[in-house]
Structure formats: C-alpha cells, structure tokens
C-alpha cells in the first residue's frame, strides 16, 4: 500500500444506492423499499436495524446474490446491473456470519480460492496468501496448512476476512461478521478490523444489529426500520445527538448521550485544550490514559466517587515498562459533559 | 469359461479329494489359475462396470434434483420401485429384451444400485452447510466452481458411504447373474451346487465374501485419503 491519507483511498470506490427496491418473488410487500445513500469510497457504512428490516438484502443486492427490482446500485459511478454478475462478485470482498469457510480446504486454500480462479500464478499465489494471513495475525508458516476447525471462532473470522481480500477488491461486504463472537472476542477482532481498515481503506458495508458495534466501526451508520424502510443514514455523533424520529431514538438506547462519549477520548479533550493542569492536589485521582473514551472517564468518576480524573500519556509499546506515562492534566466531570455534548 | 464341465473334472484325485472332504486346499491350489481367478477378475469386472456406471447416472440425477428440487420425489420413486424388485425377477423382466447377456446384468445391476447411490449423494449434497455455498457463490464461482469445488467435495463422506453399500450389495447380486450369463464366482458356485463335491462351492463363496471385503477396505481408504479434513475434525 503506497500511503494514501483518508481523503484519497487508494482503489478504494464509493457505492451508491438509488432509489433501489427489492421485493421477494411471491412476496406483498418490499424487502427494502426506495433506498438511496451514498457510502464514500474507504468508509465504513454500517446497516442497522431490527431483524427482517432488509439489512442482509440490501447487502446482498449489491454483489446481486439477490437481483435488485427497481432503482440501480452504482460502484464508482459504473452500475452493478451492466456488470457479469460473477465477475462482479470476484471484486467485492464478502465476509459472512459463520465465515463460510470452506472446511475441506487448508487455512491457505482457503484464502486462495478468489486469484486461483482468476487464474493467479503459483507464486504469486503463494506471496499473496503469505501476505493476507500476516495482515490478520496468522502466519501461514503456523497456519496455512491447518483446516477451519483447527481454529478458534475469532481466528476463523480474521481467515474469513483474509479471504475476502484476496484479490484486493476496492469493496467489501460483511454481513454481520462477528455475530458470533464472544464479547472479548469480538472487541478484539473489531479493534483488529479497525486498524486493518485504516491501512486498507476498502469500502465497507457492515451489517450489524449491535447499536453498540455499529457506533464504533462506522464512519457512517444507516438505520432500518420495519418493510425496509431507511429511518435514518448519518454519522454515529449526528445520530446519537439528533435521532430524526422516535423510532430511532428508542433503537439507539436511552443511553444515547453515554453512547457519544464513546465517540471521544481524552486525547481529544487534551487537543481541544480542555484539560486543566494538574496540581499537586491532584495525585490521589484516579487515573487514565489518554487513549480511553470519554465514558470510561465517566464511569471511572462515577466508580470512585470523584469529580475529575488524571489523564495520562498512553503507555508507549516500546518502552516495554508497566508504568503509566507522564500526566497531561486533569479531565473535570464538567469538561466531559461539555465535550459529550458539543 | 463355457468349456467347463458342469461336473468339475478331478483329474487324478488327490487323497483329499478321494475323501471327499468338506474343502480340499490342495485341489484349490491346482484350480486357482484355470477357475478361481478368471472367475474372481469376471466377478470384479461386472461389479465395477455397475457401479461406475451406475455412480455416474446417480450423481447426475442427484445434482439434478438438488437444484430442482421438484424432480427428488419422482427420481426418487422410481429408483426406489427398481430397488423392491427381486434381482432374479428384474433378470426374468429384462433376459426378453437383452437376451442371456452381460448387458443384461450390467442394466439389471445398475437399476439396482440406483437407489442407495442416489439417496446417499442427494442427502450428501443437502448437508453441505449452507454457509459455504452462500461464500462460495458471493466470491464469483461459477455455478460449476461451485458444484465441482465445493459441493461434491463436501459430500465425498456421503459418496463413499453409499458406494460401500452399493458395491457390497452388487458382489452379492453379481453371483446371482450366473443364472444369466456363465461368468463370475457364482457361475462356480451354480455348478458346483450340483455335485457332492464342495471345494468350488465353498472357495468361490469365500472368494465372493473376500472381494466384498477387500472392496470396501479400499473405499474405507479411498475415503480417508480424500477427506483429510475429517480427521482433523474428530481430533479437534
Ligand atoms: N430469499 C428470500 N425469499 C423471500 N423473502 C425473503 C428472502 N430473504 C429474505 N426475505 C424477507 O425479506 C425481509 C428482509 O430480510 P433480511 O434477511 O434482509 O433481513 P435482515 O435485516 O438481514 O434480518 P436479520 O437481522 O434477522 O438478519 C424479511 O421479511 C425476510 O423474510
Ligand atoms: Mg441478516
């Protein structure tokens, strides 16, 4: 990857939805119904909604495992619909809930299937699964040649993904991907996803109906409601802030406004100038780093009982000492509360 | 093989022969070449014409019906309807139109393996998860990719399950066929069934229940060689 800043991914695409309807043969009524919104190439757009609101349909209308009935989908300005369907598939990356693996095939074979069929040669082949598994944290060397239920659920998903950008496709489909997870699993293999993300920037459509998952891995978030119906498309912040009826402010929580403080961490209050310096009455708070959210700092209050924290430096990966970094002042309950709301 | 006397000719009887013993390992030995073996390669090669011809007929019907999914019950009936007909009956029904021939038996022994192997491929093919289908047809394989790569593959334990079965059971119906064509273990063993004397009645037996055996041991070990993947499974 040649560096390549957010504005200008690389390769990367924007898809659009216009006025796109699906209705199921023999079905009354659409399974989504008119929907429109652009996903920025090398964002991440997250579908939520409750279950049957048309997410995966949506999802899988755009590599036409299901046909659209009305409107077009266009990737990079070119419409899936002049496309050879299965040509079209081999670039766009999909990555499903129980992975779809292939269990017959190795770790390697696996995440080979896409550039064998395009007729990849043995080396390159070889170069690239090498190059795929490193990405995700498998070396090939340790598991390339094991089979699927050799892995552990989160190391199936990271192979999944692995596999899905094997031919480097500019976009990718992922449909609840880690849905069943454990929580401690999932929390990493996002966190995983979201750094890989910041390297790649493909294009994402992310199916989820973790309001939770949704406000961290999203650039943008699209909210179904019932009949397929788009309830609202939005950044996380502008959602949680302005929910545009009482459907999606009932589906985003009533937790909404501790939601945004996950949005920003204390780095960000240090940037904006919003810290205070720390005086020497300031050593029996507790204590964070810089790179926890806002509601941690929150919570961290609320728990012991205090009306600030100190933030420190995040504790560098190189100095390899458990100690905490150098304070950077104090965050008040009064700076949060101004930040979550701005 | 039709030069064959229907009363085996004993040459000069050995003491065991002489005795009339039950088995006579000696007399066995001597015959090995002129009749056991023919017989055995014959029994082989009835069996293996069936079943590979009747395996290849079953995949394709069974890959038919799995994508429509309308054609199962029927296919299914009529191989089932074939399967209840006694094998000497469905020999009777046929010897009119084929006459006494091989192709009377390979026909009869196809109709019959029909129903185990394509009950056995169609619910192989229906097991195959999902999941992976829906990945494989979301990364662009071609239905054919997908048929050949993915789907067969997976059913390979199904496959092998009902070629076991089926090519038991043809070893058994192929002894049978003697009483249409002169060929196979059970040619020996129609003859022999007229004379007192009960070495060739109970070696070709035998040499009908090794085959079934050893047939089965090698589909076992085809089986095990094509699924790697299994193993790993059960040991995980
Ligand atoms: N192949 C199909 N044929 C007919 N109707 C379908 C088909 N697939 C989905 N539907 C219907 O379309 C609607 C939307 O289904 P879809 O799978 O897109 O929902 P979803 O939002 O992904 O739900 P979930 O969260 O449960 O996965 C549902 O009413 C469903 O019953
Ligand atoms: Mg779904």
Redesign the pocket.
């Known amino acids: 990857m040649t560096q390549a800043g957010p504005e200008t991914p690389a390769g990367a695409q924007d898809i659009v939805f216009d006025h796109v309807v699906k209705t ?4 009354t009524v659409p ?2 119904d008119d929907l429109s919104l652009t996903v920025p190439a090398g964002e991440i757009c997250v579908l939520l ?10 999802l899988m209308m755009v590599n036409r495992l ?1 046909e659209i009935t009305g409107g077009d989908i266009r990737i990079g300005g070119r419409s899936i619909l002049d496309l050879d369907p299965i040509r079209l598939r081999r670039s766009i990356g999909y990555v499903i809930q129980q992975t779809g693996l292939f269990p017959h095939l190795t770790i390697a074979e696996n995440v080979a299937t896409v550039p064998k069929v395009l007729g990849w040669d043995k080396k390159r082949l070889r170069e690239r699964v090498g190059e795929l598994l490193e990405l995700v944290g498998l070396p090939a060397g340790e598991y390339g040649r094991r089979y699927p239920a050799q892995l552990s659920g989160g190391q199936r998903q990271r192979v999944g993904i692995a596999r899905a950008l094997a031919a480097d496709p500019p976009v990718m489909l992922m449909d ?1 991907p880690f849905g069943a997870l454990d929580p401690i699993t999932r929390e990493h293999v996002q966190d995983e996803f979201l750094a890989l993300h910041a390297r790649i920037r493909k294009t994402v459509i992310f ?1 989820s ?1 973790d309001i939770d998952e949704a406000v961290k891995m999203g650039d943008r978030i699209a909210i ?1 409601r019932e009949g ?1 119906k788009l309830a609202q498309y939005d950044t996380p912040r502008t959602l949680l802030k302005e929910p545009a009826d009482a459907f999606v402010a009932r589906f985003v929580g009533a937790d909404r406004g501790l939601k945004r403080l996950t949005l920003t961490r204390l780095a960000d209050l240090a940037d904006a100038g919003a810290l205070t310096p720390a005086r020497d009455a300031d050593a029996a708070l507790p204590q964070l780093a810089a790179d926890a959210s806002l509601r941690s700092a929150l919570s961290l209050m609320v728990a012991e009982g205090t009306d600030a924290v100190r933030v420190t430096e995040p504790r560098g990966p190189a100095d390899g000492s458990d100690g905490t970094g150098p304070v950077l002042g104090v965050a008040s309950l009064d700076a949060v509360r101004k930040a979550g709301a701005a | 093989m039709s030069a064959q006397p229907v009363i085996p000719d004993y040459g000069d009887p050995s003491a065991c022969v002489a005795r009339d013993a039950t088995f006579c390992t000696d007399w066995f030995g001597d015959h090995w070449w002129n009749l056991f073996w023919p017989a055995l390669v014959q029994h082989l090669e009835l069996t293996l014409i069936a079943v590979v011809a009747g395996f290849v007929l079953a995949v394709v019907a069974a890959v038919l019906c799995h994508h429509k999914s309308w054609l199962a019950a029927p296919v299914s009936g009529v191989t089932s309807f074939l399967y209840t007909v006694p094998p000497l009956a469905l020999f009777q029904l046929l010897v009119p139109v084929t006459g006494f021939s091989v192709l009377t038996v390979e026909t009869a022994l196809v109709l019959y393996s029909l129903y185990l192997l394509f009950t056995t491929i169609l619910t192989g093919l229906r097991e195959v998860p999902e999941d992976a289908v829906r990945a494989a047809r979301g990364m662009g394989l071609t239905r054919w990719q997908i048929l050949t790569k993915v789907e067969l593959r997976l059913a390979v334990p199904s496959l092998i399950s009902g070629l076991r079965v089926t090519t038991v059971m043809t070893i058994g119906i192929v002894a049978i066929a003697a009483y249409v064509v002169d060929q196979g273990l059970g040619s020996l063993i129609l003859k022999a069934l007229q004379s007192p004397f009960n070495t060739q009645f109970i070696g070709a037996g035998a040499l009908a229940v090794a085959l079934a055996l050893a047939a089965d041991g090698v589909l076992v070990l085809a089986g095990r060689l094509l699924t790697p993947w299994a193993r790993t499974r059960r040991a995980a």
């Open positions: 199921y043969p023999n079905a399974a989504v909604g409750p279950s049957g609101s048309g997410k995966t349909t949506a299901a609840e199916v109906h179904f397929g």
